[in-house]
């Protein structure tokens, strides 16, 4: 039983524009507010951490990474990959380091992915590109004691693809740690007929393909030991609680995963990731503790 198949489209495209429902502002209120607030805690993570900016992963000119590296004389420096929101066509890896002062303040190596986000890029492109961007990163930092991934929004489905992946074709097997999920999308579907598939432009074909909702049995073979976290905010649109309900379900019925859902209270689908500048915030707690660096 689905609903999202019985909304008319003004209704589909209400419940996937996360700006209205938030209760702390206006639509446009709420996303200015957002990318302000990733921008100054950016700039706060690079004036406070050591980074390596715009470091290559591949040959395009938007395959590249930010790398927080905290002054640790620890041997055990867990890594988070970070991928971004804003339905796979705003944002960058510019205001994606915010997440870091936290994390690097307790030896946690933190790396910002940036990807080509459409119209430039296509869904396909863009999980071939992450996908790619982790296999960099453990070559590069191969000392590493523990890979992690986190993602945002659209940045959340691409974490759950990288989960996913089939990886014989790649040079190496990553071993993923533990993800962390926030207000994603993991089946594509039901934003086809919607305004967020104008610049995408994806086919059914391509939706299915690139729906973590139905690569599972994919997921189970590639990251059967990592901690998964399915986290959603309260005031998440009931079709994207509905998402992370879904797929939390759908992975906890395989035998073997290790996976949580998280209904964050108080929250909307911005400050759900807003709030990782802060230590304390629960989110940041509950990722420190599956690193081990609470
Ligand atoms: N139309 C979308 C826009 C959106 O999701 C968004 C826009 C700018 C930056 C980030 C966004 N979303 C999630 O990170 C909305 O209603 O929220």
Redesign the pocket.
Known sequence: MSRWKDMNKDELERQF????WSPRMS?DDV?KS??TALKEGTERARGLAQTLLNVPYGEGEGEKLDVYVPTTTSLDVPLVIYLH???WQ??SKEESGFMAVPLVHKGVVVVAVGYDIAPKGNMDVMVSQVRRSVVSVIQQYSHISGLYLCG??AGAHLAAMILSTDWSQYSVTPQIKGAFLVSGIYDLLPILSTYVNEPLKMTEEVALRNSPSQLVPQLKLSSSDCDIVVAVAQNDSPEFRKQSEDYYKALESTEGLKVTLEDVPNTD?FNIIEQLVDGDYHLTQLLLKMMGKS
């Open positions: 524009s996360p700006s209205q639509a996303i957002h990318v929101g804003g339905y705003f944002l945002h929004s689908h």
